[in-house]
């Protein structure tokens, strides 16, 4: 988080101290405090693609004054407005949540969300660091309890976002199994068949298929019926050899599934 400027502005009259305390790069969330001074060092909504994190400086004064960095308008309703923006991409993943439905959609969602749940905890840590320095100031009071429901709204919304997930990779894990299972059921008949039938194939290929040539070459059907029943007898012997694949219970065993 770099910033080519100083970080705050050179018409603050804030303590010394403060600029001594902050060099090229703004840092993690936190406050400083000095004679009634309060100076609130926090970070824009973070994005996955982007690692550096943009700085919001925001001051108060003895006096009760706020200002925030790099804007004209008012410092206390910047403030508000900064966690506007957080409520706003909170909501914006809500509503991807609700469309989501493949994997990939949800590994989009859970990757925007780890930095900002992580930003979020860090803004809510430094409001309540504020809050119990102050007070007497009510509108830290209201903006740790605004960052606390973001912090809270963000974190049901990742554990959502990991449930469902889940059960979407659950659900494509027993479809394939499902699959599986049919494909070696088919498999499983299939080579009955063949070894059922291949004796028999087997010794129609030695005699032939030409059933008045079979009648010349035996005397008689016995014989013919014979050789057949042979036949029967060996592809009866190899279908025993054969394992009949394994199949799981299609009845969910999950408790409170039925």
Known sequence: MTNDNKILPPEWEVPPIFRTRLGEQAGRQRLMTEAGHLLL????????????????????????????????????????????????????????????????????????????????????????????????VRELIILRDQAYQLERTTELLDAEAKHALNFMLAQQAEEQTQNSEEIAEASYRLNLLASFFLPMTMLATIFGMNFPGIMATFDNFVVFGSVLLIGMILGYHLKRKLQKPMTTSKQSTTPGIK
């Open 41 to 136: 060092i926090l970070h824009a909504p973070p994005s996955p693609e982007v690692n550096e994190r943009q700085a919001k400086i925001f001051w108060r004064s003895p006096k009760g004054e706020w200002k925030a960095a790099n804007t004209k308008i008012d410092g206390l309703k910047a403030l508000q407005q900064h966690l506007h923006q957080y409520g706003y991409v909170v909501e914006q993943l809500e509503n991807q949540l609700d469309q989501a439905k493949r994997a990939e959609e949800f590994f989009a969602i859970l990757r925007a969300l780890a930095p900002l749940l992580r930003a979020i905890r860090n803004l809510h840590h430094t409001l309540q660091q504020a809050r119990e320095q102050f007070e007497t």
